[in-house]
């Protein structure tokens, strides 16, 4: 496990640092300018989704270290609370740059002059590493409903041959595994799986990865770009 020391220092020293594109929506047709206009708050809502996974990610460790101290208890809750806005802020981020892609086709002069292989490579590196990114959004969201009934809670839980098989203890036809913290991993069953996602440097690398890849990909009509054909003379 990373510590709290180590994120404070890699993000103070600039690691991590984004600069948000800053479009010239007034360069294109008026018909354009809403839907333009929409793509810069989804840029600037990107940025602050990776924030958000920051802060998380901080919580989360600072939380994890202090689970054994007088106030163990209360800081193993506050962990649990990390967890789930990180998974609720990396889905929000993935959701992002698929309603970013979407907005694009409503502006076709703007969107012509897009990099659309990094747009591409950006969401594929952010799906190869964030397969189930919905599945564990959607188990936190409706935790309550997933398993208001029987039904819906045998639907949603491991059967005790899957539970074996990943060494989770079966005491019975069913397990129901709901927001599972073990080590540095955040776990819960859905529809069946047994999902989990990583907390650490690692993954807010790859965030980082995926919104630099994405913000080049706007250099052309970005006003901050020394790459830009918009910058004022």
């Keep these: 496990m990373s510590t709290p020391e180590t994120l404070r220092k890699r993000h103070e020293a600039g690691e991590w ?22 793509i810069q708050n989804h840029l600037i809502a990107l940025g602050g989704y990776f924030e958000d996974v920051t802060a998380a990610f901080f919580l989360f460790d600072t939380a ?25 802020s990396i889905y929000h981020f993935g959701k992002t740059l698929e309603y970013i892609k979407s907005c694009g086709k409503l502006a076709p ?33 409706h935790s309550a409903d ?8 045998e639907a949603t839980a491991l ?20 927001n599972h913290i073990e080590g540095n991993t955040f776990s819960t069953t859905f529809e069946g799986k047994f999902i989990r996602q990583e907390i650490t440097p ?7 990865a995926v919104i630099s890849e994405f913000y080049e990909a706007f250099n052309e009509v970005n006003l901050r770009s020394e790459a830009s054909s918009l910058r004022p003379t």
């Design 17 to 38: 640092r984004l600069s948000i594109p800053a479009l010239d929506f007034s360069s294109f047709p008026l018909q354009e300018t809403e839907t333009i206009g929409l």
């Design 64 to 88: 994890s270290l202090n689970t054994r101290s007088p106030a163990g208890k209360r800081w193993m809750l506050w962990a649990y609370v990390a967890a789930r806005d990180a998974m609720m």
């Design 109 to 141: 002069e703007f969107r012509s002059r897009i990099d659309q292989s990094k747009l591409k490579n950006a969401r594929k590196i952010f799906g190869k590493n964030f397969p189930v990114f919905v599945d564990i959004r959607t188990a936190i969201a």
């Design 146 to 153: 997933l398993t208001s009934s029987l039904e819906k809670a």
């Design 159 to 178: 059967s005790s041959e899957q539970a074996e098989q990943i060494g989770i203890p079966s005491f019975g036809k069913k397990v129901l595994v709901r």
């Design 202 to 208: 690692a993954v807010q690398d790859i965030l980082f």
